[in-house]
């Protein structure tokens, strides 16, 4: 069973940064996705970041495009999102979310996509 772990949520000031982290447990494959998405109060859920493990092709939500980056470290199962210029707006639950094995060609932000999904990490940014 795929367990997902999210850490480094916190609060900070508008033009900070945060690194949030996602340890992945109960892999046997190689090819699958993984993801970051947030939700605001009163919003739906919206994609961040995500990552194809198998090709390692990111993609970026328009709205986080120059100042948030998505990377994993293979040998660890460790997925990062390092935010940067922190805003007001970019207050959310962060979830990590995962695909199963090869149940994914190329990083998508579809939340549909996505069989497992961590716990969340709160992130609030102040003006």
Same mark, same amino acid.
């Given at each position: 069973?795929?367990?997902? @772990?999210?850490?480094?949520? %916190?609060s900070v000031q508008?033009?900070?940064? +945060?690194?949030?982290?996602?340890?992945?447990?109960? #892999?046997? %494959?190689?090819?699958?996705?993984? %993801?970051?998405?947030?939700?605001?109060?009163?919003?739906?859920?919206?994609?961040?970041?995500?990552?194809?493990?198998?090709?390692?092709?990111?993609?970026n939500a328009d709205?986080?495009?120059?100042?948030?980056?998505?990377?994993?470290?293979?040998?660890?199962?460790?997925?990062? +999102?390092?935010?940067?210029?922190?805003?007001?707006?970019?207050?959310?639950?962060?979830?990590? *979310?995962?695909?199963?094995? #090869? #149940?994914? *060609?190329? *990083?998508?932000? *579809?939340?549909? @996509?996505?069989? #497992?999904? %961590?716990?969340?990490?709160?992130?609030?940014?102040?003006?």
């Amino acid at each position: 069973q795929v367990q997902l @772990a999210e850490s480094g949520g %916190g609060s900070v000031q508008a033009g900070g940064s +945060l690194r949030l982290s996602c340890a992945a447990s109960g #892999y046997t %494959g190689s090819s699958y996705c993984m %993801g970051w998405f947030r939700q605001a109060p009163g919003k739906e859920r919206e994609g961040v970041a995500a990552i194809y493990r198998g090709g390692g092709s990111t993609l970026n939500a328009d709205s986080v495009k120059g100042r948030f980056a998505i990377s994993l470290d293979n040998a660890q199962n460790t997925l990062y +999102l390092q935010m940067n210029i922190l805003e007001p707006e970019d207050t959310a639950m962060y979830y990590c *979310a995962a695909t199963r094995p #090869y #149940y994914c *060609a190329y *990083a998508t932000l *579809a939340a549909g @996509a996505y069989q #497992y999904w %961590g716990q969340g990490t709160q992130v609030t940014v102040s003006s």
